[in-house]
């Protein structure tokens, strides 16, 4: 897996750092882009990850951190202005137009990207994930809920496990 | 040397005067906490039992005790009430007896999701690293002193060990992260909150080489085999859990209990579900009366309480029933042949006895809002509902007096309403009651005023009903607002000691409201017809010091309807959101005073006094057997 484009790479002032995805493949970003993981943000203040050194993270494959280094990219400028005051509602809709297709994954992608922005603490990347799994669970019954997320059929066990508790809250099944 | 313990219980004067190497050895055979008890005696003393290298020497005379954490069923026949004593007793091994460490009273835990939620996870230089369900603490139990670990999560953290850090002597909790590959170290030292990136081992040069060699490459995660989503869901941390539930509206939440057992087990942990609680915005309520079918002359009438959202500005129905009118019930009393439309046995029959004469329909009526529980009533009919999970616990009919409050009794965990009888009547006193949900028994508490207190600001008189004035719970005191019959005092409850005080608000004005923020008592100050509020908060509780948070003054140019009719204004969030009551109209305001939204009653006033919070947590009170000839509250027809 190759590293994505690193925004604007011939930016004088950008400074790059290496990350090391658990499978040894290193990515090259501006120190902005990764900053916006909190467990990143210390050790890039701190000097780390330049030059030859690069960042290990162990908990991050590089397929998930290629996603992950994608959505920082495109957020990095946004978050660099603070965020809202500065962004014009285009830039906004491109945000949101960029972030919906992003979720746009198979399930496993997902879980690991969750496990990612979680390990990672990438504010945003964790909201935008939990809304996803959010809408995918919203308004179904709990077959239905089965069903999108991949469950096989339950047993007749597991069925009556099921049956069971949707008795005591009646009302929520409705 | 016993004559000599024995003389220093007697504080004979003498003793004293001993040289304080003699006096040293004497208090060095004292249990801890009566070497506590030492220290107020005189200087000499406190100088003598706080020293340092006497408390070293004291500490290294005590003998080792086995720690024993056990739990305890509090409930007995005929029901399982749910609760728990968790209790942590110190096993002297020369004398064999069992001392107290430490012990309170909780819920049940979900005995499936694993092992008690309450452990003894360390145990250094007299200091205990003991956990309750996710937090953490650090205590001293001879002086009870407690500092609380931060950033560890115990659902994905193991603790390895407590020690002291020679060179800093300060304590450090050693914990590894489980991760799908290997796993993480971590470091916290015990006082400060920041380090945790800091200390992030893997990252540290020198370590790093210490690591195992890694395993051939874990499958976890790739693959959506069966089951991806409940594993995913099972080993997912505690964040991203709360994260997805969050978002999940009541419904969703409860429904995703059902998909499967690893999901059960997470989404209805009682932390996470206390965590959503407390995540929640309080949204006021609103309850009213209508017209259900206005066009035609079908009498009946809807019964409603709604909460907003102040963000979106939208109503959500919390309870909703429909039932014939009052004022066209007497056309059909005398025909058998209306039958009530619920088995919800609604006697209209004394209805003017029991309510004020200024209102002349049935409400349907909210007496009180605490941790997501509402008091509720109809008529004689009396509840507490949770309305997230519409469970339900049946009252005494309380029509025949004034409910003032509604608390929990924090050391037992139980939920009690307190009323009044004898309001306003010139020949008797008011008299107080306390009733324990799920019991029919009121007990008399008279009218109990405490020492502290100088003198009655007005108890005698009774209080504003909580419909009207509801109090605010903190911590183990219930505080009303100021009201004029006690004089704009704040009258505070304490209710463990079953005593009233009072407090000073910082103005006084005709029109109060207290409510919480961020833990402290704020203040709502307005005045009927007058477009100045101010929000008030009380910095420091002990001292009495309040803070003025917001003046806001309502653009009353804006709002057309205010110029004819009486208004009460009243602020309901921290963040200034102002609501106005007027007849037949609640208006939203934000806080520079600018109009955000109108609701329409065309029929009946809206009262807006109360907040919901809502909560997915199990309470004990709905799970005791319901009474006898106690009827299922309507309240949620289609809905």
Known sequence: ?174 | MPRAKRALDRRQRSLIDLPEEILSVILLLLPPKSVLRCRPICKAMRRLASDRAFLLAHHRRQPPQRLYSFIRDVGTYPEDLAIFDYCLEALDLRTYEFRSVARFTANDYDCSIGESPFAVLGSCDGLLLMSWSNLLYLCNPATRQWISISPLRLQHDTVMGLYCHGPSSDYRVLYCRRSDREPLFFINTVGSKKERKQSLLLLEPSLRTRRPPRAEKAPTMAEPEQGGAAAFIRDAPFRVVLEIVRRLPTRSAIRIRAVCKPWRDVTAHPALLAVLHRLQPPQPLLCFGRAACPNRYIPLRDYCVEALNLRSDKLRSIFRFTDYSYLNYDRFVGGDQVAPIDDFAVDYHDYDECHDAECFMPRLTVHASLDGLLVVSFLHAWYVCNPATRQWAPLPDLSYCDVVGFYEHISSGEYRVMYQIGKDDEHVSTYYYVLTVGTRLSRIIGCPISPEAAEDMGLDIGLDPAKFSPPVQLRRNLHWPPQERQGYHILVFNTESELFHWMSPPVRDKDMRLLEIEGKLALSVSRMNKATLELWRLEDYQNEIWVQMFRIQLAVAQMTELHREDWSPAVVSPEGDVLIECPYRVLHCDRNGNLLQKFLFPDEAASARHALRESLLQHAIFLAPKWHNVSEPPFYMGL
């Open chain 1, 1 to 174: 897996m190759a590293a994505p484009e690193s925004g604007d790479g011939n930016n004088g002032a950008a400074r790059m750092v290496t990350l090391i995805s658990s499978d040894n493949t290193r990515f090259e970003v501006e120190a902005a882009a990764a900053s916006l993981s909190q467990t990143l943000q210390l050790t890039i203040l701190d000097g780390g990850g330049g030059g030859g050194d690069g960042i290990p993270l162990p908990n991050v494959d590089s397929a998930t951190l290629s996603k992950v280094l994608e959505y920082c990219i495109k957020h990095a400028p946004a978050a660099a202005n603070g965020g809202a005051p500065n962004a014009t509602a285009v830039d906004r809709a491109e945000l949101e137009r960029f972030d919906n297709e992003f979720v746009n994954i198979d399930q496993s992608v997902l879980y690991s990207l969750i496990m990612a922005a979680h390990n990672l603490e990438i504010e945003g990347l964790q909201s935008l994930v939990a809304k996803k799994v959010a809408d995918m669970i919203k308004g179904k019954s709990p077959m239905e809920i089965r069903r999108t997320l991949g469950f096989p059929d339950p047993t007749p066990e597991e069925q009556a496990e099921m049956n069971a508790h949707m008795l005591e809250y009646g009302w929520a099944y409705e």
